[in-house]
Nanobody, 129 residues
């Protein structure tokens, strides 16, 4: 049913690193803005990072809490988008979702969920000692 699949989540100690990957099934991600969102227990879903399409220059955006620690990138040959997460803290514990925004054609991406039409089912990231 879902055209996007997240992988790479799991259990990691504080200070550790994880790399999440978003892969498409029958869908080409290179033309879309891609966003990573997360939802922690008892909290609303928030945008974490996003990247514009390759044709739009792959501009990136990060929520303040992850700047300097997380990096979003594309691998167009593999039709994937990754989120490298370093220096993880317990506050990063959440279900992480990737989403595709084919209608984001100009400028920088944003964290408005209505901009994204296709969503994965999420991957759990747990940061705990």
């Amino acid at each position: 049913q879902s055209q996007l699949v997240e992988s790479g989540g799991g259990l990691m100690q504080p200070g550790g690193s994880l790399r999440l990957s978003c892969a498409a099934s029958g869908y080409n991600l290179i033309y879309d803005a891609i966003g990573w969102f997360r939802q922690a227990p008892g909290k609303e879903r928030e945008g974490v990072s996003c990247i514009t399409s390759s044709s739009s220059g792959e501009s990136t955006k990060y929520v303040d809490s992850v700047k300097g620690r997380f990096t979003i990138s594309r691998d167009n040959a593999k039709n994937t988008v990754s989120l490298q997460m370093n220096s993880l803290t317990r506050e990063d514990t959440a279900i992480y979702y990737c989403a595709a925004g084919p209608r984001v054609l100009f400028g920088r991406c944003a964290f408005a969920e209505n901009d994204y039409d296709y969503w994965g089912q999420g991957t759990q990231v747990t940061v705990s000692s």
